[in-house]
């Protein structure tokens, strides 16, 4: 290994602890999210969620951001922010760039560019949806200035290596919440997560289980309650995780800050990971303590849900980001001023955008668009 390679190993090593511990005190979040910013190329960061129904987003936490253009963009910009709502539609995981989503040069003619992003020197920026449900999304946005450029491919490749650890993460800070100690509190918190949850004490003593794990153990394919143990049906498996558990309660630093991806399921094809992620370090261990775990378990299938009748009829026709604002548009307002003026754009370039849409999808009018649109609300 040089010596490049090796200073990137250790910098992404730290990186991804500083994610782990940032989840469990939310106050290390910005220091996190500065390291990351550091190791992809970035100027500034921000984690947030989008409901693209209601159009409604909120930074959870940030880094390097200006106050007053924060301000701006909750208050006034969001509706106009070009890539919404199509950005909710990649799937979780997949890091794209501002350009994935919409040209160059349309983004330049939008207000948002003119307004928001052009004052603030914002030249690229590099974002991923770290959880992805029907309307509302969790992600993780890097923003680039001159000083850095456009996102290139290292800055991309090293997104890649650090995504995964941010997703699981953001589970984990809903399940410790440090301000919440009494269980009820606890259980109120967890039975909010998709992922089926499990915290284990020493040999795999169940301590607390959340509604969907409670659904997992209640069908027994996967995961079994053995008196009170936990137990994986699958031979393989149930061997890692009984090594797991012994390393974990003794501190064993073999199975390390990040954690350990075991899979759950016979079939590769069916992707049931339990993801073991230790607490038996630092604030991992305060919060282990709290609740006599020495593991942290999240079983999750990777697989979509129904999409809305908008990201179907996006992936139907082919449309591109532009188009399904257009659409979504369409759905909102009638008029092509009124479309220009929620969107930010010149009347020719939402006539533009519609005659596009027209054409992907066989129709000559908006009252057209509206039934196949709700023709598609009637089959998902």
Request: net charge neutral.
């Amino acid at each position: 290994m040089d010596h490049s390679a090796e200073s990137e190993s250790a910098a992404l090593s730290n990186l991804i602890c500083d994610i782990y511990d940032a989840a469990l005190d939310p106050t290390l979040w910005q220091r996190a999210l500065g390291n990351a910013c550091r190791f992809i190329g970035g100027a500034s960061a921000a984690l947030f969620w989008h409901d693209a129904a209601t159009e409604r987003s909120e930074a959870l936490h940030l880094f390097n951001d200006d106050p007053h253009f924060s301000k701006l963009y909750f208050e006034k910009y969001l509706p106009m922010n070009p890539v919404f709502p199509a950005a909710t539609f990649m799937e979780p995981g997949v890091v794209h760039t501002t350009n994935d989503i919409i040209s160059q040069e349309e983004l330049v003619k939008t207000r948002f560019y003119r307004e928001w992003i052009e004052p603030q020197g914002i030249v690229d920026a590099i974002a991923v949806n770290l959880e992805k449900g029907v309307m509302r999304s969790s992600l993780l946005n890097i923003r680039m200035d001159a000083t850095y450029g456009p996102a290139d491919e290292q800055a991309l490749r090293r997104t890649r290596l650090i995504v995964p650890h941010f997703q699981r993460a953001v589970a984990i800070g809903r399940l410790f919440d440090q301000s919440k100690a009494v269980e009820a509190a606890l259980t109120e918190t967890l039975d909010h997560i998709e992922a089926a949850v499990f915290l284990v004490g020493p040999g795999g003593h169940i301590a607390f289980v959340n509604a969907p794990a409670r659904a997992l153990l209640d069908d027994g394919t996967l995961l079994q309650r053995k008196g009170s143990t936990l137990v994986a049906t699958v031979p393989e498996a149930q061997r890692m995780l009984k090594d797991i558990f012994v390393a974990a309660a003794k501190g064993d630093v073999s199975v390390g800050d990040r954690g350990v991806a075991v899979p759950l399921s016979p079939s590769p094809a069916d992707r049931w990971f339990a993801h073991v992620l230790p607490l038996t370090s630092g604030n991992r261990q305060k919060a282990g303590e709290k609740y006599a775990a020495i593991a942290a378990i999240f079983v999750r299938k990777t697989s979509m849900e129904n999409p809305t009748p908008l990201e179907a009829m996006a992936k139907l026709h082919k449309l591109t980001g532009s188009e399904v604002r257009i659409l979504d548009a369409v759905m909102k307002v009638g008029s092509v001023k009124a479309m220009a003026e929620l969107l930010g754009i010149s009347q020719s370039t939402v006539k533009t955008h519609l005659q596009n849409v027209f054409r992907k999808t066989g129709t000559n009018r908006q009252s057209d668009l509206v039934k196949l649109m709700a023709g598609i609300h009637g089959r998902t």
